[in-house]
């Protein structure tokens, strides 16, 4: 079946570090992956996507590239800055079903 | 275009009432899905709606179930809750862009059961 695993938080880090959440999926066929953020109090918004293997979402200085071989999303972001404290989530969309699978989100706290 | 927009913002319950929440998607999206967010869980797809049929469902209780009316408007309605049901209840309405499908997520409503 189709799942996501993605890092366990909390992560903190320091106003213009690097970033990287770990993202890994089980899927049956080519799925659609995808990064979605949620700001305090609100819903979840589209952060990027990738539709295929190696391509490469980007977005708002976030990056992450579709590894089939490795069956990664794993997201980056050079330089963070306090407004990206947030929660991610990685989310996979497949061909076999028509539903999103979600992971337990990562909780990113950054610090001036 | 107004967003997704849910309501109750918040909901206090106790063991074993019922409760209903309401979806209005942004204008002009037909599909409607729910999801519960837990801490633990993240989020688990409860089901969508699109043109007022149900067209997929996650694997919960069937006292979990919805309906979509006309006007693209959901509800969702939970009966006998347990403590367990405590939780943000989040519902998307979705646009297919591009060849790929895009969700517009609602605030959410948190429900607390007593």
């Known amino acids: 079946g189709n799942s996501v695993t993605q890092m366990e938080g909390p992560v903190t880090l320091s106003e213009e570090a690097f970033l990287t959440i770990n993202c890994t999926y089980t899927a049956t066929g080519y799925p659609s992956l995808f990064w979605y953020v949620q700001y305090p109090g609100e819903g979840l918004q589209l952060l990027l996507k990738?539709?295929?293997?190696?391509d490469k979402g980007s977005n708002k200085g976030f990056e992450a590239t579709y590894r089939k071989e490795t069956t990664s999303f794993h997201l980056e972001k050079g330089s963070v800055q306090v407004s990206d404290s947030a929660v991610y989530f990685c989310a996979l969309y497949g061909n076999g079903g028509n539903q999103f699978y979600f992971g337990t989100g990562t909780s990113l706290t950054v610090i001036p | 275009k107004a967003g997704v927009t849910q309501t109750p913002r918040y909901l206090i319950k106790t063991r074993g009432q019922q409760v209903t929440l309401s979806c209005s998607p942004i204008s002009g999206h037909r599909s409607v899905s729910w999801y519960q967010q837990t801490p633990g869980q993240g989020l688990q797809f409860l089901f969508e709606?699109?043109?007022?049929?149900?067209?997929n469902k996650g694997n919960f209780p069937g006292r979990f179930s919805g309906r979509q009316f006309s006007n693209s408007r959901s509800e969702m309605n939970v009966s006998t809750l347990e403590l367990g049901d405590s939780a943000l209840y989040l519902c998307?309405?979705?646009?297919?862009?591009?060849?790929?499908?895009?969700?517009?997520f609602g605030s959410g409503t948190q429900l607390s059961v007593l």
């Open positions: 709606y699109f043109s007022e049929t149900q067209r």
């Open positions: 998307a309405s979705s646009l297919e862009l591009e060849g790929f499908k895009k969700l517009f």
């Open positions: 990738a539709t295929k293997a190696d």
